[in-house]
């Protein structure tokens, strides 16, 4: 007999990237519930930002991981198949958070993590009969995890797959994140010896480190970092600017291959910082810490969130004029986006300033709700502008003149993101 197909998707919310050839990096949570899957089943693995989905396909079940602004698209490919009597599981983020919504468009909702309900939920399945929701009372423990089947992605359409978590959760409470609502505030660690032997069975030496803060817990990092320096890994990742104040903690990065990390700036504003609780930034001088993080030999990916409520029109010119002074080798701009399940959220429901619940425009390019300073217009206007300057050919030159570091790589990052349009 045939084994029962599992068809799980990735949907895309960028509609004009869809199935338009290599990008950067594959979402993990593919290859992850691939692994978590037992071998009686065969498994299909599509990710519609490198290829299209068919719903005509066949399936036995189809599962479907979406985060809030590619929910619309999840709901639209869950609906076609469930129209041909294919049951389907939503899970993720948004589903998440908004089980109830998700739960309209599916067969059963996994709320949280899957690692503890997904074995059950086959079985379940195998029997015939499916749960409408599975959801695990506690954070799982993240011992034993499996090592993800990368092999079942189009390996040829990313830069890397080599995409790799070795903790959950964040201390932190940003009132514009979910992050801590769907994995919490402790930090939960992989063990690092399961860690190496996941990162020992790699293809290539370039890695992506998912964990929220990849330092977070320094005691913890710091072994880690020993251990990684014998694979002789390039590896990015994310973190916050107060690794800054651990001389050891950036040389051990440095040692372990670490060119880069993603860290959320957010915003030049200390009274931003302080009413969006991101702590780690409070009374931090950040330039201070942008320029001893650089002489360590790593570069800075910042990310800014504009829009927020000490913001006026001048931000625009405050945030590029910073990013630019403290030569960040790329940055992102957002909109503030009210996220469901965010305190942000929240407060402007109270305030009546959600301009629209189109799951899809929240995309952090656009503005769904009434900035307190300005105009949805005028943060729409001011935010393209910042992009426009920040990613022009005069600002790229100032920007890596200075620097031979990676001069190739940083000059190829940046053309690309002129080049993908992000204003």
């Given at each position: 007999?045939?084994?029962?197909r599992?068809?799980?998707?990735f949907?895309?919310?960028?509609?004009?990237w869809r199935?338009?050839?290599?990008?950067?990096a594959s979402?993990?949570?593919l290859?992850?519930?691939?692994a978590?899957?037992?071998?009686?089943f065969e498994?299909?693995?599509?990710?519609?930002?490198?290829?299209p989905?068919?719903?005509?396909?066949l399936?036995?079940?189809v599962a479907?991981?979406?985060?809030?602004?590619?929910?619309p698209?999840?709901y639209?490919?869950?609906?076609?198949?469930?129209?041909?009597?294919?049951p389907?599981?939503?899970?993720g983020?948004?589903?998440?958070?908004?089980?109830d919504?998700?739960?309209q468009?599916a067969d059963?909702?996994v709320v949280?993590?899957?690692?503890?309900?997904?074995?059950?939920?086959?079985?379940?399945?195998?029997?015939?009969?499916?749960?409408?929701?599975y959801?695990?009372d506690v954070?799982?423990?993240?011992?034993?995890?499996?090592?993800?089947?990368?092999?079942l992605?189009?390996?040829?359409?990313?830069?890397?797959?080599n995409?790799v978590?070795?903790?959950?959760?964040c201390?932190?409470?940003?009132?514009?994140?979910?992050?801590?609502?769907?994995?919490?505030?402790?930090?939960?660690?992989?063990?690092?010896?399961e860690?190496?032997?996941?990162?020992?069975?790699l293809?290539?030496?370039?890695?992506?480190f998912i964990?929220?803060?990849?330092?977070g817990n320094?005691?913890?990092a710091?072994e880690?970092?020993?251990?990684?320096?014998?694979l002789?890994?390039?590896w990015?990742?994310?973190a916050?600017?107060d690794?800054?104040?651990?001389?050891e903690?950036?040389?051990?990065l440095a040692?372990?291959g670490?060119?880069a990390?993603?860290?959320?700036?957010e915003s030049?504003s200390?009274?931003?910082l302080s009413a969006t609780?991101k702590?780690p930034?409070?009374?931090?001088d950040?330039?201070?810490?942008?320029?001893t993080i650089?002489?360590?030999?790593?570069?800075?990916v910042g990310s800014?969130?504009l829009g927020l409520?000490?913001?006026?029109?001048?931000?625009?010119?405050?945030t590029?004029?910073?990013?630019?002074r403290?030569?960040?080798?790329?940055?992102?701009?957002?909109a503030?986006?009210?996220f469901p399940?965010?305190l942000t959220?929240q407060q402007?429901?109270?305030?009546?300033r959600?301009?629209?619940?189109?799951?899809?425009l929240y995309?952090?390019g656009?503005?769904?709700?009434?900035?307190?300073?300005m105009?949805p217009e005028?943060?729409?206007e001011?935010?393209?502008r910042?992009?426009?300057?920040?990613?022009s050919?005069?600002s790229?030159?100032r920007?890596n003149a200075?620097?031979r570091?990676?001069?190739?790589?940083?000059?190829?990052?940046?053309?690309?993101?002129?080049?993908r349009g992000?204003?």
């Amino acid at each position: 007999m045939a084994k029962p197909r599992i068809v799980i998707i990735f949907p895309a919310w960028e509609t004009g990237w869809r199935a338009g050839g290599k990008i950067l990096a594959s979402p993990l949570v593919l290859a992850l519930l691939a692994a978590l899957t037992p071998p009686e089943f065969e498994i299909l693995l599509i990710d519609e930002n490198v290829e299209p989905v068919d719903t005509n396909i066949l399936a036995d079940l189809v599962a479907i991981s979406c985060m809030t602004a590619s929910s619309p698209r999840a709901y639209e490919i869950a609906d076609a198949f469930r129209a041909r009597g294919i049951p389907v599981v939503l899970g993720g983020i948004h589903p998440t958070i908004m089980p109830d919504e998700a739960g309209q468009h599916a067969d059963t909702v996994v709320v949280g993590e899957a690692e503890p309900v997904w074995k059950t939920l086959l079985e379940d399945f195998a029997a015939g009969h499916l749960k409408p929701r599975y959801q695990h009372d506690v954070f799982c423990d993240l011992v034993n995890l499996p090592v993800p089947r990368r092999e079942l992605l189009h390996q040829d359409r990313y830069f890397t797959t080599n995409i790799v978590q070795t903790a959950r959760g964040c201390p932190n409470a940003c009132s514009f994140c979910s992050v801590w609502k769907v994995a919490g505030r402790k930090y939960r660690f992989r063990p690092i010896p399961e860690v190496i032997a996941e990162l020992r069975t790699l293809r290539g030496k370039r890695v992506g480190f998912i964990d929220d803060n990849f330092p977070g817990n320094p005691f913890r990092a710091k072994e880690l970092l020993e251990a990684m320096i014998p694979l002789k890994l390039k590896w990015v990742g994310q973190a916050t600017l107060d690794m800054a104040k651990d001389p050891e903690l950036l040389r051990l990065l440095a040692l372990s291959g670490c060119y880069a990390m993603f860290v959320g700036i957010e915003s030049v504003s200390q009274e931003n910082l302080s009413a969006t609780h991101k702590v780690p930034n409070i009374g931090l001088d950040m330039e201070v810490a942008i320029r001893t993080i650089h002489r360590a030999g790593i570069e800075i990916v910042g990310s800014f969130v504009l829009g927020l409520d000490e913001d006026g029109p001048s931000v625009f010119a405050d945030t590029l004029e910073f990013a630019e002074r403290n030569k960040l080798a790329l940055a992102q701009f957002s909109a503030l986006t009210p996220f469901p399940g965010t305190l942000t959220r929240q407060q402007l429901v109270d305030e009546g300033r959600i301009l629209s619940n189109d799951w899809g425009l929240y995309t952090m390019g656009n503005v769904v709700y009434q900035p307190k300073h300005m105009t949805p217009e005028e943060l729409a206007e001011g935010r393209a502008r910042v992009l426009r300057e920040f990613y022009s050919i005069p600002s790229i030159i100032r920007r890596n003149a200075t620097t031979r570091r990676r001069l190739g790589p940083r000059l190829v990052a940046n053309l690309l993101y002129r080049y993908r349009g992000t204003f």
